[in-house]
């Protein structure tokens, strides 16, 4: 699957000047690694974010969240966003903000 270049765009815009992080391709889209952990993707017009298991239920309960399954199995501590939940800069950057501290918490790779 393709991964809409203006949304990917945009979260570069929302991480520029932070250290650490990279592109890397995969689940057949786009994905940003901070410190060696994925955080955040473009996987079509869709975010995909890694939240982590102790907010997994708060971020599911937001506006256009929903599971993350693109195997056919739910992936705990991951949701996708669609477009309409992050049409706003305060909205991408909620959920840029949520991955990011999510993985940054954890030891590098």
Known sequence: MAYDDTTAERVRAR??????ITERKMFGGLAFMAHGHMFIGVSGSRLMVRVG?????DALAQPHAGIMDFTGKPMRGYVYVEREGFALAQELAFWVEKGYDF???LPPK
């Open 103 to 105: 993985v940054t918490s």
């Open 53 to 57: 298991s102790e907010h997994y239920a």
């Open 15 to 20: 991480l520029q000047g932070r250290r650490g």
